[in-house]
C-alpha cells in the first residue's frame, strides 16, 4: 500500500467516524423534535413503541422518519400517512436530514469502493 492509499484509507476511516457523531448527533438531540412534528403518525407511534431508546431503538427510529421524508408519496398512496405530513417537520430540518443520509450513503460507498480496489488486492 503506497502512502497515497493510506492517507486515503485514513481519511475515509475518518469520515465514518465523523458520520457516526453525526448519526448519533441526530439520535440524542433532533430525534424527539422529528418525532414531536409527525405526532400521530402510525409508523412513527409503532417504532417508538417497539423500538424503545436504545442506540439501536433511536437508530431505527431515526431510519422511519427518514423513510417518510425520502417515500412520502408511495406511503400516503398505501395509507400509511396522511398527505402533506411530512411537511410538518421544518424545512430547513427536512434537509439536514437529507443531506446527512446522503453524506453517510457516500461515506459507505466510497469505504467499500476502497476496500474492495486496494485492501482486498
Not at 442506540?55 to 422518519?65: A, C, E, F
Request: charged share 25%; net charge positive; glycine share 8%.
Amino acid at each position: 500500500m503506497t502512502n497515497g492509499q493510506l492517507l486515503l484509507g485514513i481519511g475515509i476511516y475518518a469520515n465514518i467516524a465523523i458520520s457516526i457523531g453525526i448519526t448519533a448527533y441526530f439520535q440524542y438531540k433532533k430525534l424527539e423534535e422529528l418525532e414531536n412534528h409527525l405526532d400521530g403518525n402510525e409508523s412513527v407511534e409503532w417504532n417508538r413503541r417497539v423500538w424503545g431508546c436504545g442506540y439501536m431503538g433511536r437508530l431505527m427510529r431515526l431510519n422511519m422518519i427518514f423513510v417518510t421524508l425520502l417515500m412520502a408519496r408511495r406511503l400516503h398512496r398505501n395509507g400509511h400517512l396522511a398527505k402533506d405530513e411530512e411537511k410538518k417537520i421544518p424545512e430547513k430540518l427536512r434537509k439536514k436530514l437529507l443531506v446527512v443520509y446522503a453524506y453517510e450513503t457516500i461515506v459507505v460507498l466510497s469505504a467499500l469502493a476502497f476496500h474492495f480496489t486496494i485492501v482486498s488486492k
